[in-house]
T-cell receptor, first 113, second 111 residues
């Protein structure tokens, strides 16, 4: 059974810092990996989708990398801002049939001014 | 283009009452999902559908039923609500190979 782990569970940084969020998964047979952002009391917003054949994806100040063989992904946030404060979740889609996403429990990020 | 919408946003039920949560998407997605999110448990899949007229069980299906009579709608039913079903419910949709898009959630309390 696929398991997704996110470390750290919580992170607090001052504004302007570059930071890395980690995601690891136990089964490397994945189709893609998706990073989401969730603000308190809100739904999930998709940030980046990395297909299994890709090594990284970038969107603005966000860069996500994927090392499928080692079961790891990282989300890099450059020049963090207070508006980046949220919970970040990663999820993997297995490479088989109709299989559904398996989510990590998230990293709660607080960026202080 | 509204994306994924959920009705209602909030609901309070008494134990034993029934209700239906409605999810609608306007992106012509094939796949639709119902999740629940609980503190410390993360997101757990309740049921999902890979197309109109099809449904399948997820990780925590007990106590819930679903129907997908139209491609754009996915209904989640609670026949006899229990306090353990107090949670935030999220609907999501996707094409088979693409990004999963989420609705804003329904906060349900069962007393």
């Amino acid at each position: 059974k696929q398991e997704v782990t996110q470390i750290p569970a919580a992170l607090s940084v001052p504004e302007g810092e570059n930071l890395v969020l980690n995601c690891s998964f136990t089964d490397s047979a994945i189709y893609n990996l998706q990073w989401f952002r969730q603000d308190p009391g809100k739904g999930l917003t998709s940030l980046l989708l990395i297909q299994s054949s890709q090594r990284e994806q970038t969107s603005g100040r966000l860069n996500a990398s994927l090392d499928k063989s080692s079961g790891r992904s990282t989300l890099y946030i450059a020049a963090s801002q207070p508006g980046d404060s949220a919970t970040y979740l990663c999820a993997v889609k297995p490479d088989s049939g109709y299989s559904t996403l398996t989510f990590g429990k998230g990293t709660m990020l607080l960026v202080s001014p | 283009n509204a994306g994924v919408t959920q009705t209602p946003k909030f609901r309070v039920l008494k134990t034993g009452q029934s209700m239906t949560l409605l999810c609608a998407q306007d992106m012509n997605h094939e796949y639709m999902y119902w999740y629940r999110q609980d503190p410390g448990m993360g997101l757990r899949l309740i049921h999902y559908s890979v197309g109109e007229g099809t449904t399948a069980k997820g990780e925590v299906p007990d106590g819930y039923n679903v129907s997908r009579l139209k491609k754009q709608n996915f209904l989640l039913g609670l026949e006899s609500a229990a306090p353990s079903q107090t949670s935030v419910y999220f609907c999501a949709s996707t094409f088979r190979t693409g990004e999963q898009y989420f609705g804003p959630g329904t906060r349900l309390t069962v007393t």
